[in-house]
T-cell receptor, first 117, second 110 residues
Framework: DSGVTQTPKHLITATGQRVTLRCSPRSGDLSVYWYQQSLDQGLQFLIQ???????AKGNILERFSAQQFPDLHSELNLSSLELGDSALYFC????????????????FGPGTRLTVL | GNSVTQMEGPVTLSEEAFLTINCTYTATGYPSLFWYVQYPGEGLQLLLK?????DKGSNKGFEATYRKETTSFHLEKGSVQVSDSAVYFC?????????FGKGTRLSVIA
C-alpha cells in the first residue's frame, strides 16, 4: 500500500459526459501528479500540482482540467468524453515540487479505470 | 526531449531463469533513473532507483546499474519466481515529472 488513494476504482460512462476522479496523496506529500495509461500511448504525464498550484503540464487535453485543494487532495475533471479517453488514470504523490530534489520519489495510487461507451 | 526505450515484450521465462530487461535513455545532463513494477490489477510500485552514474539500485533480488557511458539502466534478476510476473517500466526524471518507457510484460512459468 503506497498511501495514495484514488476513487472511484472503476467508472463507466457515455460519450459526451463529464466525470471527476479524486486523489488523496500520502500524508505530508505536497505534490500530486496525474498520469494516463492507455494501450496505444503507454503511460503519459498529464499535470502536476504543488501545494495547490499548477507546477507542470504534460500531454493534457483542453477538455481535461485538474485542481488541488487546501487539504492537498486533487481532482481530475474530464469533460466531453470520447471513446479514446478510456484508460487507467493514475495519481502519484511526492514530497517536493518539479524543481525539487531529483531523487524525489513518486508513489502511485491504484488507479481509476475509466470506460467510455 | 527526454525519452526512455525499453525492450518490447512479452518475455516468458521458466522459474529460476535469469532475467534481463534492457532500458536505454535519452536526456541532457544526469537524470535520476527508476524501475517501476505493475502487478496485475494494481498500480505502479517503485522497484528500485539510481540517482547518479555507476549507482546500483537493488530491491527484492532485482538490480540495475546506472551506466552513463551507454545511457542504460538494464534490470536484472538472477532467479525469477512466478510471483515476479508483472509489467516492468523503466523511467527517468530530469527537471520534469517521470518519463516512462512503454513497459515490458514478464511472464514466469513454473
Amino acid at each position: 500500500d503506497s498511501g495514495v488513494t484514488q476513487t472511484p476504482k472503476h467508472l463507466i460512462t457515455a460519450t459526451g459526459q463529464r466525470v471527476t476522479l479524486r486523489c488523496s496523496p500520502r500524508s505530508g506529500d505536497l505534490s500530486v501528479y496525474w498520469y494516463q495509461q492507455s494501450l496505444d500511448q503507454g503511460l503519459q504525464f498529464l499535470i502536476q500540482y504543488y501545494n495547490g498550484e499548477e507546477r507542470a503540464k504534460g500531454n493534457i487535453l483542453e477538455r481535461f482540467s485538474a485542481q488541488q485543494f487546501p487539504d492537498l487532495h486533487s481532482e481530475l475533471n474530464l469533460s466531453s468524453l470520447e471513446l479514446g479517453d478510456s484508460a487507467l488514470y493514475f495519481c502519484a504523490s511526492s514530497v517536493a515540487g518539479a524543481s525539487g530534489r531529483l531523487t524525489d520519489t513518486q508513489y502511485f495510487g491504484p488507479g481509476t479505470r475509466l470506460t467510455v461507451l | 526531449g527526454n525519452s526512455v526505450t525499453q525492450m518490447e515484450g512479452p518475455v516468458t521465462l521458466s522459474e529460476e531463469a535469469f532475467l534481463t530487461i534492457n532500458c536505454t535513455y535519452t536526456a541532457t545532463g544526469y537524470p535520476s533513473l527508476f524501475w517501476y513494477v505493475q502487478y496485475p490489477g494494481e498500480g505502479l510500485q517503485l522497484l528500485l532507483k539510481a540517482t547518479k552514474a555507476d549507482d546500483k539500485g537493488s530491491n527484492k533480488g532485482f538490480e540495475a546499474t546506472y551506466r552513463k557511458e551507454t545511457t542504460s539502466f538494464h534490470l536484472e534478476k538472477g532467479s525469477v519466481q512466478v510471483s515476479d510476473s508483472a509489467v516492468y517500466f523503466c523511467a527517468l526524471r530530469r527537471n520534469t515529472p517521470l518519463v516512462f518507457g512503454k513497459g515490458t510484460r514478464l511472464s514466469v512459468i513454473a
